[in-house]
């Protein structure tokens, strides 16, 4: 009791045991303090003093509290969160590091090439600078992830995409890739480019749809809708829709090729589409898919050409359909695939 | 007052905390929805834009799940969870602080060394008063004072904890509550109702 003997009103509100005799009153305490009154009546005044703080607080809390997020902008949030979280692998698979969410735009200026701008009140994002932002998938693997700026991407297998630099308002949104992916990329309001760079090649759009693929020292872009422009060691071109373009460092030009661009997307309908392909260029894309090796041991099929569509669902039901549809035979030999 | 002290929060919190490691996101949506409310409020207070404050706990909970298992126990979800969102909002701060172009030099210190990173930050709120979401009598303290007081008679946590968001010492908390209510005491005129004797409730 002693310790009260001299408290001013500011330090009995500071209490512990004062504020929770007030809020939680039980015999104990009551009697505690009507005893203590009785024998330092002095300190009647500070007391009460204290409690009149006490309501005053109570009448600041209630303004406090009724300070609330809307239900429906909860609801909002909670599912921006739920949709987050479900990109995110589940546990962590072998060998491979989890991603870290992507950071969010507050509104995000959603539209794709040929759609109207929603309504854009400015954009910023929480990220520690420094912070990467990268995402992976392993062999068999294809996803789809969301870049805070409301781009999609389909990653496919054995692919890496990291956010490079920070990513700030009025400036470029840049990434780089390393394997395939496709991309319908957002317009920003100050037009904002993005950017992707991969396998010697810079790939400059406004707002689009495109595929990049920078496997086996080729990087092939093909351009769906939309405008882009391509740009490598030193030469530039501006692609158009239905284009595909291919640059290597053995041959270091931007080359426009025949295959139509809207095939270099199929994957991610989970398909896999020829057109006059020859097998030795399938049994690279089985390899890039599931990362499996393959191997022709029948000469003959080198010149072999598919043309046809076939499943990526697993690696089973593609072997199956190579035999059924094509004709070529698929036997494991260890951890190689052999075709005959 | 309405605010019941942290210690005595359901033990059902603790058992949602632990499913939540196990990766149930139902129970994962309870705690959202059982804290949204108090961290908005409180993220408000320090930050006066509902965007980034919706944001900040959007990347806390996120964050939350991706770490999940390997989150420990924890005393109270309610003050990890006002930590968390503290940290990012701090940080998110910090950060737009040093990036707008021309006022790096006058500024903010080249590393944010001891007392200061708070004290700019108080800088920067105090300057940066757009909404008025928060027009209270407290809004006339310091904006330490104020978090001090909203924490500990608002949101109930105990002065270890306060200690721990503030990122000072159990006793400094303590002095700051007790400072804050100094000066409030002077800046409000005391309406002595018709007490008689005994507790006010």
């Known amino acids: ?340 | 007052m309405a605010t019941t002290p942290v210690s005595l929060e359901r033990t059902d919190d603790r058992i949602l905390w632990s499913r939540v490691r196990s990766g149930d996101l139902a129970a994962f949506q309870a705690v959202y929805q059982q804290h949204v409310q108090t961290l908005y409020r409180y993220g408000l207070s320090l930050w006066p834009d509902p965007d980034g404050v919706m944001d900040a706990i959007h990347d806390v909970f996120v964050d939350v799940w991706a770490k999940r298992e390997r989150l420990g126990e924890t005393d109270s979800v309610k003050f990890y969870l006002i930590k968390s969102v503290k940290n990012r909002i701090f940080n998110a701060l910090e950060s737009r602080r040093r990036w707008r172009p021309g006022e790096l030099a006058a500024d903010s210190p080249a590393v944010p060394s001891d007392p200061s990173p708070e004290d700019e930050w108080v800088r920067h709120q105090e300057t940066d008063q757009q909404t008025d979401h928060l027009h209270q009598r407290l809004g006339q303290l310091p904006a330490r004072q104020q978090e001090a007081l909203r924490l500990r008679f608002f949101e109930g946590l105990d002065y270890r904890q306060i200690a721990e968001v503030l990122q000072i010492n159990q006793q400094s908390a303590h002095n700051l509550v007790f400072r804050a209510l100094e000066a409030l005491r002077r800046q409000w005129p005391l309406v002595l109702l018709g007490l008689v004797g005994g507790l006010f409730w």
């Open chain 1, 1 to 340: 009791m002693n310790r009260y003997a001299a408290f001013s009103a500011p330090e009995f509100v500071a209490d512990a045991y004062f504020l929770q005799s007030h809020l939680a009153p039980d015999a104990e305490s009551t009697a505690f303090w009507q005893a203590f009154l009785a024998e330092y009546p002095d300190r009647r005044g500070a007391y009460q003093e204290a409690q009149v703080l006490l309501g005053q607080l109570a009448e600041e809390q209630a303004q406090y509290t009724a300070i609330q997020l809307p239900p429906d902008s909860q609801r909002a949030l909670w599912q921006r969160i739920e949709h987050q979280v479900q990109a995110l692998p589940i546990g962590t698979a072998a060998g491979r590091r989890v991603v870290f969410p992507a950071r969010r735009w507050s509104l995000y200026a959603a539209a794709l090439v040929g759609l109207l701008l929603l309504s854009v009140a400015g954009w910023w994002w929480l990220q520690r600078p420094g912070t990467p932002v990268a995402y992976q998938t392993a062999y068999g693997e294809t996803r789809r992830v969301q870049l805070p700026d409301g781009t999609q991407v389909w990653l496919n297998a054995n692919s890496r995409l990291s956010l490079s630099g920070d990513w700030q308002p009025g400036q470029d949104r840049s990434v780089t890739l390393d394997g395939e992916a496709f991309f319908e990329v957002t317009h920003q309001t100050h037009h904002e480019r993005f950017v992707v760079s991969g396998g010697g090649v810079r790939v400059e759009v406004l707002g689009t749809k495109f595929n990049v693929n920078t496997r086996r020292e080729r990087t092939r872009v093909a351009l769906r809708e939309g405008r882009v422009k391509l740009a490598a060691e030193g030469t530039s071109l501006i692609m158009q829709p239905g284009e595909t373009v291919e640059w290597s460092p053995k041959r270091p030009q931007l080359a426009k090729t025949a295959a139509p661009a809207e095939n270099a997307a199929a994957w991610t309908s989970q398909r896999l589409v020829f057109d006059q392909t020859p097998l030795p260029e399938v049994a690279q894309l089985i390899e890039d898919q599931f990362g499996t090796r393959v191997e022709i041991a029948n000469p003959a099929l080198l010149d072999k050409r598919l043309t046809g569509e076939i499943s990526l669902a697993n690696e089973a039901l593609l072997l199956e359909a190579l035999e059924t549809i094509y004709g070529v035979r698929a036997r494991r030999d260890g951890t190689t695939l052999r075709l005959e």
